[in-house]
């Protein structure tokens, strides 16, 4: 079975300049995350879709970030515009069930930023 | 709110040596918990879960013990090799099944 596939695998760019990254959960799981990761820390949630609805963006940048999941499986994420701060690893996960059950995340194998 | 905090590295230990990575959490209600890996230039990767009160999760020779009473999750291994080194996260879920709290994360370096 494939895993969850990201890309680009890595970005540079100059700050001011919009960034998108791509997501292709697992088949059939119907929950979608995004995860930053900060150089030395743990990923932090940025947004969590069930299906196509965005049940959990509590933590993203609005000003600057957003994400969509059109038909409720792939997913892409865009910063514009990208920031000095921005430089991070973008994860994406993804898990088979809906809200209300625990259900174990997959991992993608992120996206390398470095806003410059 | 859920925190985790997870012993700072990096640890660094000879191989075969007994591992042992301290991770305690703050939360409320009943939530599972996880080890995750992350291995140079890769993704997490699921190393081993628990999700109630004295259940032990465990894979590759890892162990941890969801130990309420003193809310940890230690990770212990008896024997590692120098193919284990890489970043440990601990992490909790919530009861809704759906938001991962992470730990700092603690690398570990195996030498020959």
């Known amino acids: 079975e494939a895993g969850v596939v990201q890309s680009p695998r890595y970005k540079i760019i100059e700050k001011k300049q919009p960034v998108a990254f791509w997501c292709n959960p697992i088949s059939g799981h119907n929950t979608l995350y995004w995860y930053r990761q900060n150089l030395g820390q743990g990923p932090e949630l940025l947004i969590r879709?069930?299906?196509?609805?965005?049940?959990?963006d509590s933590q993203l940048p609005k000003d600057r970030f957003s994400a969509e999941r059109l038909k409720g499986v792939d997913s892409t994420l865009k910063i514009q515009p990208a920031e000095l701060g921005d430089s991070a690893v973008y994860l994406c996960?993804?898990?088979?069930?809906?809200?209300?059950?625990?259900?174990?995340?997959?991992f993608g194998p992120g996206t390398r930023l470095l806003v410059l | 709110g859920n925190s985790v905090t997870q012993m700072e590295g990096p640890v660094t230990l000879s191989e075969e040596a007994f591992l042992t990575i301290n991770c305690t959490y703050t939360a409320t209600g009943y939530p599972s918990l996880f080890w995750y890996v992350q291995y140079p230039g890769e993704g997490l990767q699921l190393l081993l879960k628990a999700t109630k009160a004295d259940d032990k999760g465990s894979n590759k020779g890892f162990e941890a013990t969801y130990r309420k009473e003193t809310t940890s999750f230690h990770l212990e291994k008896g024997s590692v090799q120098v193919s284990d080194s890489a970043v440990y996260f601990c992490a909790l879920q919530n009861n809704a099944g759906n938001m991962l709290t992470f730990g700092g994360g603690t690398r570990l370096m195996v030498k020959p």
């Open positions: 879709y069930e299906n196509e609805e965005a049940v959990d």
């Open positions: 996960a993804s898990s088979p069930r809906d809200r209300g059950h625990e259900e174990t995340q997959y």
